[in-house]
C-alpha cells in the first residue's frame, strides 16, 4: 500500500515544479514509509510515497515502461489478487517483466487494453498512468471504493492525491468550506455523497469509475456497477458458490512479502475469514497466524445488554481462537487514550469522523503494526449479506437513510446564522437519487424491489464509509488492511441472491452462516450480530464532556462559527443523553456526538478551515 499524487497541467510547462508534489507526497509519508519517488515531466509530475508488501526491489515507484514510442509512468496505491493470471496472459502476448510486483504487471496491462485493463483485474485499488507522448492522464478507482483518490481542476491543471491533505499543499487549492461542505458535515456526516471531498474545489474519484484528462479537457466514465439478474440457482448450489467465492477471495488476499494477521472479534464474519486463513497458513507451513481484538479498560462493568449490542466479544473470540489454533493477542485500551487520540483520528481522516469508533481503531492499527504490516477485516460482510438491523426493518416504506435518522436532531447543532440550510432536503436529495440508480429486475414483487433498494444503498453509502474509516485508520500506521467481503465478485453474486436464501433460517447472514456450517464451532456460527466494540466506561464521557466545555468556553474555538452552543450545552449537561437517536449506525450515540463536535472544531483549527458561505 501506498500514497500517491500529482499535477498535471497540458497548456503550461510545469517541469520546475517539482517542489510542490514532493511536499504533496511529504503529507502521505504514513502510507508509505519505506520510500518515495518522483517523476517530472513538461506537463505532469508524479509522486509516490510507498510500503514495502511485494517485490521491494521490483516494485519502486514511479515505474516507467515503453511500447513503441509511447512512454507509460504509473503511480499506484493497493494491491492486485489475481495478479499472476494476467501476467500469464500477458506473457503470451509477448510481454516482458523485469519484476514480480503487481505494479509492472497493472502498468502493462494499461499499456495492452487501456482503459479495458479495468475488466482484467481483481484488487483494491487507484491509480495514475501519464502517457507523455499522447499528453494523456487516466486515473482510477477500485470498483467498490477502497483505496481512496481525490482531485481538483483548477487554473487549467488536475491535481491528485490519495488524501485531501495532500491536495490542501497545493497552492492552488485552499482550505475552503461552503454552505454544501456544512450540509455534508450536519447532514450526511460522517458519511459523504459520493465523489464530495467537502472542501471546496475538492473532489473524490467516485468507486468504479476512471477519468481521463487530454487536450479535450476531463472524462468521467463509470466502468462497474451492479446489475439485477434472477438467481438461477438452487439454495445448496448457493451455499458452495458463496463458500468458493469468499475463501478464495481470502486466499488470494494472504499472499505477502511481509507478515500477515487477521482482526478477530468473535463475530461470524471475523472468524470465517480467521479460519480460512488458519488453514491456508498450515497447508503452506507457514507461521502459526496472529489474530488480534480489541477491549477497553474495565468495559465490562459498565456494559447493559442491548438489542444493538448484544454481548461482548472476549468469550467468543477465546473460542474461535482456540478453535483455530491461533497466536492471539487482545489490545487494552485506556478510556483517556481512545479520548486523547480524537484529534489524531482527524489527522489521518482529513475530516470529522466516526469519534472513539475511529481514534479506537487508530489506536489498535498501532498496536497491531507491531507485529504485522497486512491484516484482513470482516468489513462489507454485513452489507451484501444483510446483517444490519434495518435489513428487516418492519417499516420498508420510510424513505430514508436507515443508519441516519436522526435529522431533525442533527439539524438543532446548526449555528443560529445557518438554520435555514436546506438540511433535510439536501439528504432526502441524495437519498433519492440512489434510489433512483438501483438495478432491479422488469416486474419483480414490491418487497424484493425494496429489499435490492436496501442493499444498493447500504453498498454505495454505509459499507464505504467504514472503508474509508479503515484506510485512513490503518494507513495512518503504515498497516495495510485487506477486506476479502469487498472482492466485486462476491459483491455482484450476493446482490442478486434472494431475500429467503440471505436469510435462511429467519436469521441475518443466515446463508453466510449455512455456508460455513462445519469450519466454525456452532456456538460462532450462531452468535448474534455484534457491531464494532465500542467503550461503556462512563469516565469515557466525563473526559469528552470536559473537553468539549473547554472548547465552547474558548471564545477562540473555530467550531463556534458553524454550531449552536445552546444545543451543545444541552449534551453536556445530560451527559450525551439529550440525543435520542443514533448520529450514524449502531454507534454514534450521545457521547459520540459530542465527541464528533471535538473532531469538528480541532478539523477547523488545524486545517485553518475558512467557512465561505
Not at 500469464?88 to 502498468?107: A, N, P, Q
Not at 487501456?114 to 483485474?121: E, F, I
Not at 472476549?314 to 478510556?335: E, P, Q, R
Not at 470529522?352 to 481514534?359: E, Y
Request: aromatic share 12%.
Amino acid at each position: 500500500m501506498c500514497g500517491i499524487a500529482g499535477w498535471i497541467n497540458i497548456e503550461r510547462n510545469i517541469r520546475q515544479q517539482g517542489e510542490v508534489v514532493g511536499e504533496m507526497i511529504g503529507t502521505l509519508t504514513r502510507r508509505g514509509p519505506d520510500s518515495s519517488g518522483l517523476c517530472s515531466f513538461d506537463h505532469a509530475i508524479l509522486g509516490h510515497r510507498r510500503l514495502i508488501v511485494v517485490d521491494p526491489r521490483g516494485g519502486i515507484q514511479p515505474m516507467s515502461k515503453k511500447s513503441g514510442e509511447k512512454n507509460y509512468t504509473i503511480v499506484y496505491n493497493g494491491e492486485l489478487y489475481n495478479t499472476e493470471d494476467i501476467r500469464k496472459i500477458l506473457i503470451k502476448k509477448g510481454y516482458r517483466f523485469r519484476s514480480y510486483s503487481d505494479t509492472e504487471v497493472l502498468l502493462t496491462a494499461y499499456m495492452e487494453w487501456g482503459k479495458n485493463c479495468l475488466k482484467y483485474v481483481n484488487g483494491i485499488f487507484s491509480f495514475a498512468v501519464w502517457e507523455d507522448t499522447e499528453k494523456t492522464l487516466f486515473l482510477a478507482r477500485d470498483p467498490l471504493g477502497v483505496k481512496p483518490l481525490f482531485y481538483s481542476f483548477k487554473k487549467g491543471s488536475l491535481i491528485f492525491g490519495s488524501e485531501i491533505k495532500a491536495l490542501l499543499k497545493h497552492p492552488f487549492i485552499d482550505p475552503i468550506i461552503d454552505d454544501k461542505g456544512l450540509l455534508e458535515i450536519f447532514g450526511l456526516g460522517p458519511a459523504r455523497s459520493l465523489g464530495n471531498g467537502v472542501f471546496r474545489d475538492i473532489e473524490e474519484i467516485p468507486p468504479a469509475h476512471y477519468l481521463i484528462f487530454d487536450k479535450s479537457g476531463l472524462q468521467f466514465t463509470e466502468y462497474w456497477d451492479l446489475s439485477a439478474n434472477e438467481h438461477m440457482e438452487d439454495f445448496q448450489s448457493t451455499l458452495e458458490h458463496t463458500r468458493f467465492l469468499l475463501t478464495d477471495a481470502i486466499e488470494r488476499q494472504l499472499v505477502s512479502d511481509v507478515p500477515v494477521c487477521t482482526f478477530l472479534s468473535g463475530g461470524l464474519d471475523s472468524s470465517i475469514i480467521s479460519a480460512v486463513a488458519a488453514k491456508a497458513f498450515q497447508k503452506t507451513d507457514r507461521v502459526t497466524l496472529k489474530t488480534f481484538s480489541i477491549d477497553y479498560t474495565d468495559n465490562e462493568k459498565y456494559y447493559t445488554h442491548n438489542d444493538l449490542q448484544p454481548d461482548l466479544d472476549s468469550m467468543w473470540i477465546k473460542v474461535i481462537s482456540d478453535h483455530i489454533g491461533s497466536n492471539h493477542k487482545n489490545f487494552i485500551l485506556s478510556n483517556k487514550e481512545v479520548a486523547d487520540k480524537l484529534k489524531d483520528a482527524v489527522l489521518a481522516g482529513d475530516l470529522p469522523g466516526m469519534a472513539d469508533i475511529d481514534s479506537s481503531l487508530l489506536l489498535f492499527c498501532h498496536e497491531v503494526r507491531k507485529h504485522a504490516t497486512v491484516a484482513l477485516s470482516g468489513e462489507c460482510a454485513d452489507e451484501i449479506f444483510g446483517g444490519y438491523p434495518w435489513f428487516r426493518d418492519e417499516n420498508p416504506d420510510q424513505e430514508f437513510f436507515p443508519w441516519a435518522k436522526s435529522i431533525e436532531h442533527r439539524k438543532k447543532f446548526l449555528h443560529p446564522e445557518f438554520k435555514n440550510l436546506p438540511l433535510e432536503e439536501y439528504v432526502m436529495q441524495q437519498y433519492r437519487d440512489t434510489i433512483g440508480r438501483v438495478p432491479k429486475i422488469k416486474g419483480e414483487s414490491s418487497e424484493d424491489s425494496k429489499m435490492r433498494e436496501m442493499f444498493y444503498l447500504n453498498i454505495k453509502w454505509f459499507m464505504i464509509t467504514l472503508l474509508n474509516r479503515k484506510d485512513r485508520m490503518s494507513m495512518a500506521n503504515s498497516l495495510e488492511v485487506r477486506v476479502p467481503f469487498a472482492d466485486h465478485r462476491i459483491v455482484e453474486y450476493a446482490y442478486n441472491i434472494p431475500k429467503d436464501m440471505k436469510f435462511y433460517g429467519d436469521r441475518e447472514k443466515g446463508l453466510l452462516r449455512e455456508a460455513f456450517k462445519g469450519l466454525l464451532p456452532d456456538e460462532i456460527l450462531h452468535r448474534k450480530k455484534s457491531p464494532y466494540p465500542k467503550t461503556y466506561h462512563p469516565v469515557y464521557t466525563e473526559y469528552i464532556c470536559n473537553e468539549l466545555k473547554n472548547i465552547l468556553s474558548d471564545k477562540e474555538s473555530p467550531v463556534l462559527q458553524v454550531i449552536d452552543t445552546n444545543t451543545a450545552w444541552e449534551m453536556i449537561q445530560s451527559k450525551g443523553k439529550s440525543f435520542l437517536k443514533p448520529w450514524y449506525g449502531q454507534l454514534m450515540m450521545g457521547p459520540q456526538v459530542m465527541a464528533y463536535l471535538i473532531q469538528l472544531n480541532h478539523w477547523m483549527k488545524e486545517y485553518k478551515v475558512k467557512v465561505c458561505i
